[in-house]
């Protein structure tokens, strides 16, 4: 168990997403962007999302993934008056395109050594084969690349403490009978094209000091509730306030969806927040079965949390 200590709070910032929508009001715990319509947002099929984490006068900020393309995350976070050298850290969730699109972009313009937190294997080579046999990649990180552009790189299965009651889970560890991972993925091997577990799927967990547990996925292809278990045990506390992030339910069948609501029932977060792959199915049944707990995402939106009253 770690000791993690404890934030006293945190904006997220959602600089990608996959949808926009200037029509929806902004209701605690989210203040969202508001422009005129000429200044509008890009979204696109990825997640970015600017995390600062306050602990009295003490803040760390933390750039998780950069997107699909390397245009919308730089555009957005022009739009939304960023400051990327304010970064402190840069935590790749796992080793898609969809979240590391505009990432030598972004590190050029944070423009000085930043510390680069992944699982070793982010830097395997990805493949999408569909069941018709088509087939997408390699998807292909170049470590020495990212530290010619100032990336520090910490490479490790295990989890990483980057600011106050803040942690990456590490290797995410899989106990659940109903998250299946996504079966189309594979990965080069000792020579050999095999499946693909995504074990470098990783996520955030921010411990506050009153309320409990925000864990922030960027896919949770190890499964969103094997992630909040996961981060449970990591952290020693049972109590979770928010869950944030990609879910990968998208075309999920009925039976995972069923479950996952049913643990997300017996979980009990204050706010669900689903994001990016999560998929519409998903995200229309969370919206009607736990409405009192849903927040639509939408790019340039800001959860503040605890959330103000």
């Keep these: ?40 947002l890009i979204a696109e099929h990825g997640l970015s999302l600017l995390i600062k984490v306050f602990r009295g006068d003490r803040c760390r900020t933390i750039l998780m993934d950069a997107g699909l393309t390397r245009v919308g995350v730089p555009y ?28 030598e972009d972004v590190l050029k313009k944070i423009g000085k050594p930043v510390t680069f937190v992944a699982h070793p294997d982010v830097f395997l080579p990805k493949y999408v084969i569909l069941p018709n046999g088509n087939t997408r990649g390699p998807m292909i990180l170049d470590p020495e690349k990212l530290k010619s552009l100032g990336a520090k ?16 889970t590490g290797e995410v560890e899989r106990t659940t009978d109903f998250e299946k991972g996504f079966p189309v993925m594979y990965t080069i091997k000792d020579d050999k094209l095999v499946r693909d577990e995504i074990l470098d799927d990783q996520s955030l967990v921010i411990r506050l000091r009153k309320e409990g547990l925000v864990v922030i996925s960027g896919c949770a292809h190890a499964g969103i509730i094997n992630t909040i278990l996961h981060a449970q045990k990591i952290t020693g506390t049972k109590k979770v306030y928010a869950v944030i992030g990609g879910f990968h339910l998208s075309g999920a069948p009925d039976t995972t969806i069923n479950k996952t609501i049913e643990m997300f029932r017996e979980i009990d977060p204050t706010y669900i927040i689903p994001m990016h792959c999560t998929g519409f199915k998903a995200i229309s049944r969370i919206s009607t079965e736990l409405r009192e707990k849903f927040v639509l995402s939408t790019v340039g939106m800001r959860v503040i949390l605890p959330s103000p009253t």
Excluded at 153 to 168: D, E, R
């Design 76 to 103: 957005n976070a022009e739009k939304l008056g960023v400051n990327f050298r304010e970064v402190d850290f840069f935590f790749l969730s796992h080793g898609h395109l969809d979240h590391y699109g505009a990432l």
């Design 153 to 168: 790189l910490m490479i490790t299965k295990s989890p990483v403490q980057l600011a106050p009651g803040t942690t990456t």
């Design 1 to 40: 168990m770690l000791l993690l200590g404890d934030a006293d709070r945190v904006e997220i910032l959602v600089l990608m997403d996959n949808y926009a929508d200037v029509l929806v009001p902004s209701v605690p715990p989210v203040k969202r962007y508001v422009a005129e319509l000429s200044e509008q």
